[in-house]
């Protein structure tokens, strides 16, 4: 990621007491994301209690078949299709 970048990405995540599923919004501005600790959600029916979450990225990727013949723009990524 571009330094000084920062995004915030939801995740459910579940108390490991109850079992509620808790929203945690992390706020990510580097390949590391710290440990956390979440107080499970009272007003949404949790137990109130606090647990530690460690969260990692998982990508995941959709697949195209390409029609006729692709370009590589400057950048390095397939920018657009061309028809032969
Ligand atoms: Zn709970």
Same mark, same amino acid.
């Given at each position: 990621?571009?330094?000084?970048? &920062?995004?915030? =990405? &939801? +995740?459910?995540?579940?108390?490991? #007491?109850?079992?509620? /599923?808790?929203?945690? $919004? =992390?706020?990510?501005? &580097?390949? @590391? ?8 959600? $009272? ?7 606090? @647990? +530690? *979450?460690?969260?990692? @990225?998982? *990508?995941?990727?959709?697949? #195209?078949?390409? /029609? ?6 400057? /950048?390095? #990524? +397939? ?6």
């Amino acid at each position: 990621m571009k330094e000084g970048m &920062s995004i915030n =990405l &939801s +995740v459910n995540v579940r108390c490991p #007491y109850c079992g509620l /599923e808790n929203n945690v $919004i =992390l706020n990510i501005d &580097s390949r @590391f994301i710290p440990k956390q600790i979440v107080t499970c959600d $009272i007003d949404i029916g949790g137990c109130d209690k606090d @647990f +530690v *979450i460690d969260p990692r @990225f998982k *990508i995941t990727a959709d697949v #195209y078949k390409i /029609e006729g013949k692709y370009e590589y723009g400057k /950048e390095g #990524y +397939v920018c657009r299709l061309k028809h032969v």
